[in-house]
């Protein structure tokens, strides 16, 4: 069992940044493939980034990027997500993910394990 705990979300003005973070406790962190996600009111969730457990390779959605980074301190046990330049429509709340594994995964069903999510808001 992994237990996730995002933080870092917030109220921010367009072409701001914020930095997310995703606490793992449980099984042993370095051996998990992790993810970013998003779900804004009345939209589906949506994949943001990927990283595999050895923090070698990433993957984004063409709509951050650019202006997003995830990496990661296996470490720390921790996983982030930097954005940068924000956009109004980047509003949703951000939920972290978990799944054993090293390859990248996209879909929301790939993941085995998920945080309670934590709000962003960007103001035009």
């Known amino acids: 069992q992994v237990q996730l705990v995002e933080s870092g979300g917030g109220l921010v003005q367009a072409g701001g940044s914020l930095r997310l973070s995703c606490a793992a406790s449980?099984?042993?962190?370095?051996?998990?493939?992790m993810g970013w996600f998003r779900q804004a009111p009345g939209k589906e969730r949506e994949f943001v980034a990927a990283i595999r457990w050895s923090g070698g390779r990433t993957a984004y959605a063409d709509s951050v990027k650019g202006r997003f980074t995830i990496s990661r301190d296996n470490a720390k046990n921790t996983v982030y997500l930097q954005m940068n330049s924000l956009k109004p429509e980047d509003t949703a709340v951000y939920y972290c993910?978990?799944?054993?594994?090293?390859?990248?995964?996209?879909?929301?069903?790939?993941?085995?394990?998920w945080g309670q999510g934590t709000q962003v808001t960007v103001s035009s």
């Open positions: 449980g099984r042993t962190f370095s051996s998990y493939a």
């Open positions: 993910a978990a799944r054993p594994g090293d390859i990248l995964y996209y879909t929301s069903r790939s993941y085995d394990y």
